[in-house]
């Protein structure tokens, strides 16, 4: 029966491979849509989960956020180090972490923080940053340049590539982080000592300029290429010892006009509520995308039997029970609803793999092998859609004799 | 034996066709002559109930056939009779071996079709596509296609309308041979090769139409 049911396949190839592709296309769509939403949803809750505090200059509680967590965006500005000395006295917090940024290697954030910041992230080569001027690279960037420990990598001034080259003052590659799926994997650490060094020096070659400039270009040159100066940060991450300490944390500095203190889960939670419209747009995108699916699988595929009703009729004609017509036919949609359903998942799993880099360098690392069970639920509804129709359609014409049919 | 009692069949036009009482004894070839639009085709499709009667009755060793369920007739069609069709009724876009394999579907043993395609001398043709045959070769494959289940019933539909006389008498003794025991029933416009059957029946005088209202008359 396989075999025939083969045979007979071979024969109507065009329309088989047709009606293939229209479920192809139409399910990747849908479940690309699906699982990239939902993967940049978890992705944001999940980094957001590590911190319940983060203090910041003030300004915008959401830019706080991202920059801290995702490595995007601008910094706010700057707040002085010493904060960070006292929430460790503070015996309020387990942990306080400096954070800072605003150069880059090519378009990578450089991250000036401390090795805590790294805790629970394993490496896959090499040891942590221990002194200046040392660097842990994230994996992506990593396997993007093929950086190895040993290796010297050259920082520029800013966040976008272009910038001034802090040729002077290599970083060593001390060890490379292990992939995490997350904007770790696009971002180098290195000590906040580092950030101090490279700026003290840009610094020292920016004074005999800065005269030449009017007062407001310089002003607005400061604001754009925020660095932290010595002694200077541009955020504490901060894990509290528990509610009450959360609570006096949240009480003593949102008091404080200088600062911007935030809760990331609550601030990133808010911004999730912002998109959710985005969201419910894409899904139903997904809906309108299987409603179609479900027009254009159905349409071929009693187009594809009304074609086939002169042969069924003739099958029927010569003896071939309707048993064994159906299970033919079964056998064939099925085999082509199992092939649309296999192409429809690798394919939209290829195009994650694909724009996996491209969405990485803005912070969010797409996982291309995770499956949800959604997607299986689309699958299996694409495949229902490919067999039913054919189903239904040799079940009408049954207790109908052959020569009728012709 | 196969014995039809009142047979009549109406079209949609209204028309109809009333037939004789016949009897077909096992072990016996029959021709059936007649001209074109007589009802020949429409009788043979009565006899493999692929058409169902509006009255009257078809027995096959004592049991009415036309009582039977859909599926019965499918059963029975497939185990017992071959039935050649004038247009051939071959999945074109499959080969010839295709063709007389997808009775495998229904169980039936397709081990002897290289004999078979051999002494209807189409073998070569084998792995062919049947769209890419002659009316003659696709006639062959049909008539083994019928023939490969050695049916205790063979009714064939002008089996020799499409092949030259040497041939078409090949033919014929081809299917009075695999008729063996059984019931042959053919529909041929070529008086030459009547002679071969056992019986000849003039289906002008057997099958009686009814135009639209004579028919509504009788009904």
Same mark, same amino acid.
């Given at each position: 029966?396989?075999?025939?049911?083969?045979?007979?396949?071979?024969?109507?190839?065009?329309?088989?491979?047709?009606?293939?592709?229209?479920?192809?296309?139409?399910?990747?769509?849908?479940?690309?849509?699906?699982?990239?939403?939902?993967?940049? &949803?978890?992705?944001?809750?999940?980094?957001?989960?590590?911190?319940?505090?983060?203090?910041?200059?003030? $300004? &915008?509680?959401?830019?706080?956020?991202?920059?801290?967590?995702?490595?995007?965006?601008?910094?706010?500005?700057?707040?002085?180090?010493?904060?960070?000395?006292?929430?460790?006295?503070?015996?309020?917090?387990?942990?306080?972490?400096?954070?800072?940024?605003?150069?880059?290697?090519?378009?990578?954030?450089?991250?000036?923080?401390?090795?805590?910041?790294?805790?629970?992230?394993?490496?896959?080569?090499?040891?942590?940053? *221990?002194?200046?001027?040392?660097?842990?690279? $994230?994996?992506?960037?990593?396997?993007?340049?093929?950086?190895?420990?040993?290796?010297?990598?050259?920082?520029?001034? $800013?966040?976008?590539?272009?910038?001034?080259?802090?040729?002077?003052?290599?970083?060593? @590659?001390?060890?490379?982080?292990?992939?995490?799926?997350?904007?770790?994997?696009?971002?180098?650490?290195?000590?906040?000592?580092?950030?101090?060094?490279?700026?003290?020096?840009?610094?020292?070659?920016?004074?005999?300029?800065?005269?030449?400039?009017?007062?407001?270009?310089?002003?607005?040159?400061?604001?754009?290429?925020?660095?932290?100066?010595?002694?200077?940060?541009?955020?504490?991450?901060?894990?509290?010892?528990?509610?009450?300490?959360? *609570?006096?944390?949240?009480?003593?500095?949102?008091?404080? *006009?200088?600062?911007?203190?935030?809760?990331?889960?609550?601030?990133?939670?808010?911004?999730?509520?912002?998109?959710?419209?985005?969201?419910?747009?894409?899904?139903?995108?997904?809906?309108?995308?299987?409603?179609?699916?479900?027009?254009?699988?159905? @349409?071929?595929?009693?187009?594809?039997?009304?074609?086939?009703?002169?042969?069924?009729?003739?099958?029927?004609?010569?003896?071939?029970?309707?048993?064994?017509?159906?299970?033919?036919?079964?056998?064939?949609?099925?085999?082509?609803?199992?092939?649309?359903?296999?192409?429809?998942?690798?394919?939209?799993?290829?195009?994650?793999?694909?724009?996996?880099?491209?969405?990485?360098?803005? $912070?969010? @690392?797409?996982?291309?092998?995770?499956?949800?069970?959604?997607?299986?639920?689309?699958?299996?509804?694409?495949?229902?859609?490919?067999?039913?129709?054919?189903?239904?359609?040799?079940?009408?014409?049954?207790?109908?004799?052959?020569?009728?049919?012709? | 034996?196969?014995?039809?009692?009142?047979?009549?069949?109406?079209?949609?036009?209204?028309?109809?066709?009333?037939?004789?009482?016949?009897?077909?004894?096992?072990?016996?070839?029959?021709?059936?002559?007649?001209?074109?639009?007589?009802?020949?085709?429409?009788?043979?499709?009565?006899?493999?109930?692929?058409?169902?009667?509006?009255?009257?009755?078809?027995?096959?060793?004592?049991?009415? =056939?036309?009582?039977?369920?859909?599926?019965?007739?499918?059963?029975?069609?497939?185990?017992?009779?071959?039935?050649?069709?004038?247009?051939?009724?071959?999945?074109?876009?499959?080969?010839?071996?295709?063709?007389?394999?997808?009775?495998?579907?229904?169980?039936?043993?397709?081990?002897?079709?290289?004999?078979?395609?051999?002494?209807?001398?189409?073998?070569?043709?084998?792995?062919?596509?049947?769209?890419?045959?002659?009316?003659?070769?696709?006639?062959?494959?049909?008539?083994?296609?019928?023939?490969?289940?050695?049916?205790?019933?063979?009714?064939?539909?002008?089996?020799?309308?499409?092949?030259?006389?040497?041939?078409?008498?090949?033919?014929?003794?081809?299917?009075?041979?695999?008729?063996?025991?059984?019931?042959?029933?053919?529909?041929?416009?070529?008086?030459?090769? =009547?002679?071969?059957?056992?019986?000849?029946?003039?289906?002008?005088?057997?099958?009686?139409?009814?135009?639209?209202?004579? =028919?509504?008359?009788?009904?």
């Amino acid at each position: 029966m396989l075999k025939f049911a083969l045979k007979h396949m071979a024969t109507r190839r065009a329309k088989l491979i047709m009606t293939a592709l229209s479920v192809v296309i139409t399910a990747s769509v849908a479940l690309l849509a699906y699982n990239i939403s939902t993967q940049v &949803s978890e992705g944001i809750v999940n980094t957001a989960a590590k911190y319940d505090i983060i203090i910041g200059p003030s $300004g &915008s509680a959401t830019q706080l956020a991202m920059n801290t967590m995702f490595f995007t965006d601008k910094p706010l500005g700057t707040i002085p180090y010493s904060l960070v000395e006292e929430l460790q006295n503070s015996g309020l917090v387990n942990d306080a972490i400096p954070f800072s940024m605003g150069d880059s290697y090519n378009a990578a954030p450089i991250v000036g923080t401390d090795a805590k910041l790294l805790e629970g992230k394993a490496l896959s080569s090499g040891e942590m940053f *221990s002194e200046p001027l040392e660097a842990v690279v $994230g994996y992506a960037v990593a396997r993007q340049y093929g950086l190895k420990p040993g290796n010297e990598i050259v920082t520029s001034h $800013g966040l976008n590539q272009g910038g001034a080259a802090h040729a002077e003052h290599p970083l060593t @590659v001390k060890g490379i982080l292990k992939r995490t799926d997350t904007a770790y994997d696009n971002a180098v650490f290195t000590p906040v000592s580092t950030i101090w060094v490279l700026h003290d020096h840009e610094d020292e070659h920016e004074e005999g300029d800065t005269h030449e400039h009017e007062e407001e270009e310089d002003h607005e040159e400061h604001v754009e290429h925020d660095h932290a100066h010595e002694g200077q940060i541009c955020a504490v991450l901060v894990r509290s010892t528990g509610f009450n300490a959360y *609570s006096q944390l949240m009480n003593i500095y949102s008091g404080k *006009s200088e600062y911007l203190i935030i809760n990331p889960n609550t601030v990133l939670r808010e911004v999730l509520d912002n998109v959710d419209l985005s969201r419910k747009i894409v899904y139903l995108l997904c809906v309108v995308i299987l409603v179609m699916n479900l027009f254009v699988v159905s @349409v071929i595929a009693l187009l594809s039997l009304y074609d086939a009703r002169k042969e069924i009729a003739l099958m029927r004609l010569i003896g071939i029970s309707m048993g064994s017509i159906n299970r033919l036919y079964l056998i064939q949609n099925t085999l082509t609803g199992l092939v649309a359903m296999v192409l429809s998942l690798s394919f939209s799993h290829l195009c994650l793999m694909l724009i996996r880099d491209f969405v990485a360098s803005m $912070g969010i @690392v797409l996982n291309a092998a995770h499956i949800y069970p959604m997607e299986w639920a689309i699958l299996l509804v694409v495949f229902l859609l490919s067999v039913l129709p054919t189903v239904i359609a040799t079940q009408r014409m049954a207790g109908k004799d052959g020569m009728s049919q012709l | 034996m196969i014995t039809t009692k009142d047979l009549c069949m109406r079209f949609p036009d209204g028309s109809a066709i009333r037939y004789n009482d016949l009897c077909f004894e096992n072990g016996q070839s029959y021709a059936l002559l007649g001209a074109s639009g007589c009802g020949k085709s429409t009788f043979l499709n009565l006899l493999a109930g692929v058409l169902t009667p509006d009255s009257g009755t078809v027995e096959i060793d004592g049991q009415n =056939a036309c009582t039977w369920s859909q599926r019965q007739k499918d059963d029975y069609r497939i185990r017992n009779i071959g039935y050649i069709f004038q247009d051939f009724k071959l999945l074109e876009d499959m080969t010839v071996a295709d063709n007389i394999n997808l009775l495998r579907l229904e169980g039936v043993d397709t081990s002897g079709i290289d004999g078979l395609l051999e002494r209807l001398g189409i073998l070569r043709l084998k792995k062919r596509r049947v769209r890419r045959l002659s009316g003659g070769e696709k006639q062959r494959v049909a008539i083994a296609r019928a023939l490969i289940k050695k049916p205790t019933l063979i009714l064939a539909d002008e089996p020799t309308g499409n092949l030259n006389y040497e041939t078409g008498e090949a033919v014929v003794a081809q299917l009075i041979e695999n008729a063996g025991s059984g019931t042959l029933i053919a529909v041929t416009h070529d008086d030459r090769l =009547a002679p071969r059957f056992d019986h000849i029946l003039d289906m002008n005088e057997i099958a009686h139409f009814e135009a639209g209202k004579e =028919a509504s008359e009788r009904a």
